[in-house]
C-alpha cells in the first residue's frame, strides 16, 4: 500500500473488517458473526395485491394529485418521441398532459425562503416574480396556491378557525416559497410499474429504461442551474434520493430532493480540503485502491461503480472518469455513460433494498478540482449499540459480501438487456488514474 492508503482496510483472520474511510476518518468494522439479518431477497416477505389506478392515485406524488403538491416548477414530458421541457408551469396546463418528471417546490423546505429573505435580504428574481403574478392571476392558480398553502398550515399545528383568520394578502406572501424557495423535488412519473400487480413493484430507480434514467439526470441538472440562476447568495446545491421509509422518504414514490446551500456542507468541505492538499486523493484513495483490492463492480468509458469503503451503511461509489468535474459541464455522451453505471447499480439493487443517493460534486465557488461522484448508500443496518461511545460503526455486509452479491446480478442484467452494456468486474480496464478530473483546464 502506498503512504496514502496504509492502514485503510485490516483483514483479521477470524473474517473481521476494519475499514477507514479516506476522506472522513470514519471507522467502521465487520464482523462475521454479526450477521443477522437477510440482506437481499427477490421475494419481498409483505405484500399486498394493488387495485388498478388510472392515473395513478396512491400518494400525493402521484399524477391525479398534481394539485396536491405546490405549484409546478418545471415538467418534462414525452410527446412524438421527444422529451419537452416546460418552465414555471401555467396553472391550466397542469393536467393536461402527464409529466415524466416534474419539479415541485418541498412543502416543508429544511433550509426555508425565510432563512435566504433574512439572512441574505434575499427576494424573488423578476422571473420568478412574473410566474407569481401569473400563477395567481387565474382563479384556478390562485385556488390551487391557497388549498395547498392552507394544508401546510393545517399540517403546520394552525387549527382551522386560525387558517380562516390569515388574510389571503399574507398566504400568498407564504406562497413565496413555492415560486422562489430552495428546497426542492424532482419526482418520477409512476409509482408502481407498469401492469403493477403487487405492492412491492414500486417504480425505483432501476425500474426507469436507462433512457429515463438519463432524462432524470437531465432533468436534476436543469433544477440545479434553474436554483442558481435564481439566487445568487447560493454556493451549492444538495441533491439526493431517499428510497423508502429506513431511508428517510415520505412516500414510496421515486424522486430526488434538492436543497439550496449557502455553504458546501461539512462533508464536501473535507473532501475538498484533502484534494486541495492531495489533489489526486480520488485516485489514489478511491479509484485506483478500489481497483487493486478487487472492489470494482462495473465501469464503462465515462464511469466506474466500486464498494467504497468507511461507511455505516453497505455502500458503492460511482465516480464520473471525465476531466469535467461539475455535472452540468459534462458532455451530453459522459452524461448519459455516469447515468448508465448510477442506473445499473440501482438496478441491481432491486426496489426491495432500502437506500439512499448522494450526489457530490464541485460548487459554483469551489477552484479545487473534484470528481463528480454518488455514493449509494443501503439502509439494511441495525445499529450494534456501541457507536456512541467508540465511534466505531458496525456494517453488517462485509465489502466483498456486497461485491459478490452485485457483481452475478449485473451479469445477468446486462445479459437481459436490462441494463446499458459495460464492463463487469474482471472485464473492467481499472486502468490508474482513471479519473480524469485532476487534469481539468491542463487539456
Ligand atoms: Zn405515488
Redesign the pocket.
Known amino acids: 500500500m502506498s503512504r496514502h492508503t496504509r492502514g485503510m482496510i485490516q483483514f483479521m483472520p477470524d473474517g473481521t473488517e476494519k475499514q477507514i474511510n479516506p476522506f472522513t476518518g470514519t471507522e467502521v468494522w465487520f464482523i462475521p458473526e454479526r450477521k443477522n439479518r437477510p440482506i437481499y431477497t427477490h421475494i419481498p416477505v409483505k405484500t399486498e395485491k394493488i387495485e388498478k389506478k388510472d392515473p ?1 392515485d ?2 400525493n ?2 399524477p391525479a394529485q398534481y394539485f396536491n403538491t405546490p405549484p409546478e416548477k418545471a415538467r418534462v414530458i414525452f410527446q412524438d418521441g421527444h422529451y419537452i421541457y416546460h418552465d414555471r408551469v401555467n396553472p391550466e396546463d397542469i393536467f393536461s398532459g402527464h409529466a415524466e418528471f416534474r419539479r415541485i417546490p418541498n412543502l416543508f423546505e429544511i433550509v426555508t425562503i425565510n432563512y435566504w429573505k433574512r439572512n441574505f435580504t434575499y427576494r424573488l428574481s423578476k422571473l420568478n416574480r412574473n410566474w407569481k403574478e401569473r400563477y395567481l392571476s387565474t382563479d384556478i392558480g390562485r385556488n390551487h396556491a391557497l388549498s395547498v398553502i392552507n394544508l401546510k398550515l393545517k399540517y403546520s399545528g394552525y387549527k382551522e378557525d386560525d387558517i380562516k383568520s390569515i388574510m389571503p394578502s399574507e398566504k400568498f406572501e407564504l406562497a413565496d416559497a413555492f415560486f422562489g424557495g430552495g428546497h426542492e423535488l424532482v419526482i418520477s412519473k409512476r ?1 408502481y410499474i407498469e401492469n403493477a400487480k403487487y405492492t412491492s413493484q414500486l417504480a425505483s430507480s432501476g425500474e426507469l429504461s436507462t433512457k429515463e434514467h438519463f432524462q432524470y439526470f437531465i432533468f436534476t441538472l436543469k433544477a440545479i442551474k434553474d436554483i442558481y440562476d435564481n439566487n445568487r447568495y447560493v454556493r451549492y446545491v444538495a441533491v439526493y434520493q431517499n428510497w423508502l421509509k429506513e431511508a428517510g422518504a415520505s ?1 414510496d ?1 421515486l424522486h430526488k430532493q434538492l436543497v439550496a446551500l449557502d455553504e458546501w456542507g461539512v462533508s464536501l468541505e473535507r473532501e475538498i480540503d484533502k484534494a486541495y492538499k492531495q489533489p489526486n486523493i480520488y485516485n489514489e484513495a478511491a479509484a485506483n485502491y478500489a481497483s487493486y483490492n478487487n472492489f470494482v463492480v462495473c465501469e464503462n468509458d465515462y464511469a466506474m461503480a466500486f464498494i467504497d469503503i468507511g461507511h455505516r451503511h453497505p455502500t458503492i461509489a460511482i465516480y464520473s472518469k471525465s476531466t469535467n468535474c461539475r455535472p452540468d459541464e459534462h458532455t451530453a455522451e459522459e452524461l448519459r455513460g455516469f447515468s448508465d453505471v448510477v442506473h445499473a447499480i440501482h438496478k441491481a439493487t432491486g426496489s426491495q433494498i432500502s437506500c439512499n443517493e448522494e450526489w457530490y460534486f464541485m460548487p459554483r465557488d469551489c477552484t479545487v478540482p473534484i470528481p463528480w461522484h454518488i455514493m449509494i448508500k443501503w439502509r439494511i443496518n441495525i445499529a450494534a449499540g456501541f457507536e456512541g461511545g467508540t465511534k466505531i460503526y458496525v456494517n453488517s455486509m462485509s465489502l466483498k459480501e456486497l461485491r459478490d452479491t452485485l457483481v452475478p446480478r449485473l451479469f445477468e442484467l446486462r445479459t437481459e438487456g436490462k441494463i446499458a452494456w459495460m464492463n463487469i468486474a474482471e472485464e473492467c480496464p481499472v486502468k490508474p488514474n482513471s479519473l480524469k478530473y485532476y487534469k481539468r483546464g491542463i487539456l
Open positions: 395513478e396512491y400518494c406524488f402521484c409509482h412516500f414514490h
